[in-house]
């Protein structure tokens, strides 16, 4: 038996890595992972939520570039780097948009940027801005380039959408998470019992079917209070219902064969049985349907978010990312909405083509 499942295994892994859409499919997701995974080191703006903002230089287009004055507000000496790794690293500093500059003695007199336009005359102390050092100024006075540009509020835009990958990988991991773990428990129930135990969950099921996905997340998170794990708890108790539908008929076909009779017939427990000879002969439809609930679950949560009961500001979510920039569509800079939008659709495809490439791989009607 080991060694049969072993060269199923095998063949069908032979079987995905021929098909090029789930192949595709896989090294997006394994990258979106990896830039989730490493988000604020790669991030050009690594502060929380990469939240700084400089209004002065909001909307704009893609490859913007701009030049600053870099003050030093404090000296960061706290948290660990597991923190900072997590979390982003506290601002200890901030930025002045700027034209121009000169030295003029001990002081640094600045023209801040106010527009394309318009510019403002500021001085600042040389010793104020380095601290007492001032042969660093050079390193106080910097230029950074927008690659995808900037928000409303003058934040980074790439920065945002490599941090808002780590929402959408999370609230589709736990809901799933969450929909396994109660569609195969109450599906398993389901099918091998039967009787009572089968109506009273089949009506449940088809009662919380019934109800519309949108309709039943909001109805949820409005219970629940907003919030980031709020939101995930809240697709996830919507999307149980498809899991347990399949396992129930999964389970339902297996409990007949001759093996399962056999097992019953030498006395081993109920949950023996479903444990360890049912559920391991049904996990490929299971992981398949599983694909297909992360990306819905991608899809709700940027739907939530667009309408203002998802994750909430400064967190980063790609749903937040198109709402908060969706006006500029019909005027000078529609990509500010069209990028996320079109992360959330190579994520969702990214998805749905393994789970398809899954499903032809596990097929043994396939050859």
Not at 133 to 154: C, E, M, Q, V
């Amino acid at each position: 038996m080991a060694y049969s499942n072993y060269s199923f295994r095998r063949e069908a892994w032979k079987r995905l890595r021929k098909n090029k859409g789930a192949l595709f499919g896989l090294i997006v997701i394994l990258l979106a992972v990896l830039i989730a995974v490493f988000g604020y080191l790669i991030a050009p703006d690594n502060s929380p939520n990469a939240d700084l903002q400089t209004v002065e230089i909001q909307a704009k287009k893609p490859g913007y570039t701009q030049q600053f004055l870099k003050i030093t507000e404090r000296k960061y000496g706290g948290g660990s780097w597991f923190g900072r790794f997590l979390n982003g690293n506290p601002l200890q500093y901030k930025l002045i948009p700027i034209k121009g500059y000169r030295i003029k003695g001990d002081s640094l007199l600045i023209n801040k940027f106010i527009d394309d336009d318009t510019s403002v005359v500021h001085y600042y102390s040389i010793n104020s801005i380095t601290v007492n050092n001032p042969a660093s100024l050079p390193r106080h006075i910097i230029r950074k380039k927008y690659w995808l540009g900037t928000d409303k509020f003058g934040r980074d835009i790439l920065s945002r959408l490599i941090i808002g990958t780590r929402v959408s990988l999370a609230v589709g991991l736990i809901a799933v998470i969450i929909s396994l773990t109660l569609g195969i428990i109450l599906g398993s129930l389901a099918g091998y019992f039967r009787g009572w135990v089968d109506e009273v969950i089949m009506w449940l099921v088809n009662v919380t079917w019934s109800i519309p996905t949108l309709l039943l997340v909001f109805a949820i998170t409005m219970a629940m209070g907003k919030g980031f794990w709020q939101i995930f708890i809240a697709v996830g108790l919507t999307m149980w219902v498809s899991v347990a539908r399949l396992v129930r008929g999964q389970v339902m076909s297996i409990k007949e064969m001759e093996y399962i009779q056999a097992a019953r017939a030498l006395g081993l427990r109920n949950s023996r049985i479903i444990v360890r000879h049912i559920l391991p002969n049904i996990l490929g439809p299971v992981l398949v349907l599983a694909a297909g609930n992360f990306a819905t679950a991608i899809i709700v949560e940027a739907g939530l978010s667009f309408l203002g009961i998802g994750i909430q500001p400064p967190q980063p979510s790609w749903g937040l990312m198109i709402k908060e920039n969706y006006n500029f569509i019909i005027t000078h800079n529609p990509m500010l909405a069209l990028i996320p939008g079109f992360a959330i659709m190579l994520l969702v495809l990214a998805f749905n083509l393994l789970g398809n490439g899954l499903r032809d791989a596990m097929d043994v009607k396939s050859d």
